[in-house]
């Protein structure tokens, strides 16, 4: 897929979990850049070639639901997933045929100004969310750490908040960790015990990234590291809560709010790691969490690397970074 969207000049929006989020067509940022309607509207093209699952991306999603172009989706296995019935066409073909195919037949050429435009914007995205971050530790650094963690290395990450901070931080990597994730029906139910079978069968190491609550709901497949023998790193972003709902308008309604919806499961991780006889550290910098990844990552025994966020501030930072990108953008 990278080289036939490289050959055909067309920007390659790749969520992380398919691996393609590489070479010289792929965008990173598009999460970011589609909030802002006036790039949004301005990008909206003739043709989209839609290969597996609905993104994880709402603004992608909406976009896409929102174009009047010929949409053309690959569904060999009959799924349809298409929930805002903007899909023209499909096909079960095979889509790494047909990508074989596009880049071996297009005709050699510079890059277009349709893909370069995408790609300028790409980099002007980059360098916004990169001047908000900084170096501080909090949850979307936490997801950026991962990326570099080499493709030897499977991320088994969670869904809510975990698996949208990979998918709107990762850069483009020519060599990326392998992405795994529970999505759709499974949600938060079995993420552990699931990131434990992935360890069974890895070659190389595996890192779990989730956040309290779903630990919390499947707290006791960590009995799988001693019971089998397995070495996983756990990564906890805890944040007391559900953070990916402080982003609703239901955060608003504070008196019902925080029970009902934010469920804070009220885990001292460092007891349940000593419960089950896992090895326990808490970075507090950028620094000490990429250091404590690679001390847990070179262990024969699982470790839970805890790092202790808070939900407002997590949604102010998000924000922030959405308008770091627009007023980029707008500076173009």
Same mark, same amino acid.
């Given at each position: 897929?990278?080289?036939?969207?490289?050959?055909?000049?067309?920007?390659?929006?790749?969520?992380?979990?398919?691996?393609?989020?590489?070479?010289?067509?792929?965008?990173?940022? /598009?999460?970011?850049?589609?909030?802002?309607?006036?790039?949004?509207?301005?990008?909206?093209?003739?043709?989209?070639?839609?290969?597996?699952?609905?993104?994880?991306?709402?603004?992608?999603?909406?976009?896409?639901?929102?174009?009047?172009?010929?949409?053309?989706?690959?569904?060999?296995?009959?799924?349809?997933?298409?929930?805002?019935?903007?899909?023209?066409?499909?096909?079960?073909?095979?889509? =790494?045929?047909?990508?074989?195919?596009?880049?071996?037949?297009?005709?050699?050429?510079?890059?277009?100004?349709?893909?370069?435009?995408?790609?300028?914007?790409?980099?002007?995205?980059?360098?916004?969310?990169?001047?908000?971050?900084?170096?501080?530790?909090?949850?979307?650094? &936490?997801?950026?750490?991962?990326?570099?963690?080499?493709?030897?290395?499977?991320?088994?990450?969670?869904?809510?908040?975990?698996? *949208?901070?990979?998918?709107?931080?990762?850069?483009?990597?020519?060599?990326?960790?392998?992405?795994?994730?529970?999505?759709?029906?499974?949600?938060?139910?079995?993420?552990?015990?699931?990131?434990?079978?992935?360890?069974?069968?890895?070659?190389?190491? &595996?890192?779990?990234?989730?956040?309290?609550?779903?630990?919390?709901?499947?707290? =006791?497949?960590?009995?799988?590291? =001693?019971?089998?023998?397995?070495?996983?790193?756990?990564?906890?972003?805890?944040?007391?809560?559900?953070?990916?709902?402080?982003?609703?308008?239901?955060?608003?309604?504070?008196?019902?709010?925080?029970?009902?919806?934010?469920?804070?499961?009220?885990?001292?991780?460092?007891?349940?790691?000593?419960?089950?006889?896992?090895? /326990?550290?808490?970075?507090?910098?950028?620094?000490?969490?990429?250091?404590?990844?690679?001390?847990?990552?070179?262990?024969?025994?699982?470790?839970?690397?805890?790092?202790?966020?808070?939900?407002?501030?997590?949604?102010?930072?998000? *924000?922030?970074?959405?308008?770091?990108?627009?007023?980029?953008?707008?500076?173009?």
């Amino acid at each position: 897929l990278p080289r036939a969207a490289a050959a055909l000049g067309a920007p390659l929006l790749a969520d992380p979990l398919s691996g393609a989020r590489r070479g010289t067509a792929a965008v990173a940022h /598009y999460d970011a850049l589609l909030r802002e309607p006036a790039f949004a509207a301005a990008r909206a093209p003739d043709v989209v070639v839609r290969i597996g699952d609905l993104p994880t991306s709402k603004p992608l999603r909406q976009w896409l639901a929102g174009l009047d172009a010929h949409q053309i989706a690959f569904d060999p296995e009959g799924a349809r997933q298409d929930p805002a019935a903007v899909v023209a066409e499909w096909r079960t073909d095979d889509p =790494g045929a047909w990508a074989g195919t596009a880049a071996a037949s297009a005709q050699p050429a510079g890059e277009s100004e349709w893909l370069a435009g995408w790609r300028e914007a790409d980099d002007r995205a980059g360098r916004a969310l990169a001047a908000t971050l900084v170096d501080a530790l909090n949850e979307p650094a &936490v997801a950026t750490a991962l990326a570099g963690l080499g493709p030897e290395t499977t991320v088994f990450t969670a869904s809510s908040m975990p698996v *949208r901070d990979i998918e709107t931080f990762w850069p483009v990597l020519e060599r990326p960790p392998r992405v795994l994730a529970h999505r759709g029906a499974n949600g938060i139910d079995g993420t552990v015990a699931a990131a434990f079978g992935a360890s069974a069968a890895a070659t190389g190491p &595996v890192v779990l990234h989730l956040g309290d609550v779903a630990l919390a709901h499947d707290v =006791g497949s960590l009995l799988c590291a =001693g019971r089998l023998g397995l070495a996983l790193t756990i990564v906890v972003v805890d944040n007391a809560g559900g953070g990916i709902f402080d982003f609703l308008p239901v955060a608003s309604q504070r008196d019902a709010f925080e029970e009902h919806v934010a469920t804070p499961p009220g885990l001292e991780v460092e007891r349940v790691a000593a419960a089950f006889g896992l090895a /326990y550290e808490a970075p507090t910098d950028v620094a000490g969490l990429s250091a404590a990844l690679a001390r847990a990552m070179a262990s024969a025994e699982s470790t839970i690397l805890h790092v202790r966020t808070a939900r407002p501030a997590n949604v102010a930072l998000h *924000r922030s970074c959405w308008s770091a990108v627009g007023a980029a953008l707008r500076e173009g």
